[in-house]
């Protein structure tokens, strides 16, 4: 699976769009871009995944690059419950491959 | 509906003793995998179910570690002679699998800690 990149912490005041990024280079043309999240003694929760076009639930929206060497999840108003690990991860197309998880984004939000 | 229910919820064991872990996942998911997270860090793989069949063990980091599926719904996870380094929240994920890219659903994991 491509590795991914992103930046180790980040802090959005409540209210207002949280924007994270990353970087996955090396991403081949079959591997899905998913977003996890974990809050604090929580398992990881799933927020959305895209292949090439920009994906949006009621959670987040998914912004891929055109080159799909990189994404943003975007929160667009951010509550103090959004306090966690966002991770990004690469995922190979089939529904029995895993996850490989890197140390995600801490992401902190304030009254 | 119902989540992935894993139990218990916390386990403390003395060094070298066994412990079981059990992981209930969504009805009708096909996928189940198991993860170690270790303080601090992301979640790391150990292995991997397609209904009763462990596909792949790659990850179980000793011979101490078993996991089985008998009926291909409820799994447990076995660890032998627990060592300190065994202390970690252990993960369990079921997906519907197939070749649809469904995502994996996580329960909220069995913090293990080992004295």
């Known amino acids: 699976d491509a590795k991914t990149t992103q930046p180790p912490s980040m802090d959005c005041a409540e209210g207002r769009a949280a924007n994270l990024p990353c970087n996955h280079s090396t991403i081949s043309g079959n591997e899905y871009v998913y977003w996890y999240r974990q809050i604090h003694s929580q398992g990881p929760q799933y927020i959305i995944h895209g292949l090439k076009n920009n994906e949006t639930n009621e959670m987040a929206s998914l912004i891929i690059t055109e080159d799909r060497k990189s994404s943003t999840l975007i929160l667009p108003h951010a509550t103090l419950r959004d306090t966690a690990v966002y991770y990004c991860i690469v995922r190979a197309p089939s529904g029995y491959s895993t996850l490989t998880f890197g140390k995600?984004?801490?992401?902190?939000?304030?009254? | 509906g119902a989540g992935v229910s894993q139990?218990?919820?916390?386990?403390?064991?003395?060094?070298?003793?066994?412990?079981?872990l059990r992981c209930d996942p969504i009805s009708g998911h096909v996928s189940l995998f198991w993860y170690q997270q270790a303080l601090g860090q992301g979640p790391e793989f150990l292995?991997?179910?397609?209904?009763?069949?462990?596909l792949d063990k790659s990850g179980l980091p000793s011979d101490r570690f078993f996991a089985e599926r008998p009926e291909g719904s409820v799994s447990t996870l076995k660890i032998q002679r627990t060592q300190q380094e065994d202390s970690a929240v252990y993960l369990c994920a079921s997906s519907l699998g197939g070749?649809?890219?469904s995502p994996l659903h996580f329960g909220n994991g069995t913090r293990l800690t080992v004295t």
């Open chain 2, 47 to 54: 292995t991997y179910f397609q209904n009763e069949a462990q």
């Open chain 2, 99 to 101: 070749r649809n890219n």
């Open chain 2, 7 to 20: 139990s218990p919820r916390y386990k403390v064991a003395k060094r070298g003793q066994d412990v079981a």
């Open chain 1, 104 to 111: 995600g984004t801490m992401l902190l939000v304030s009254p």
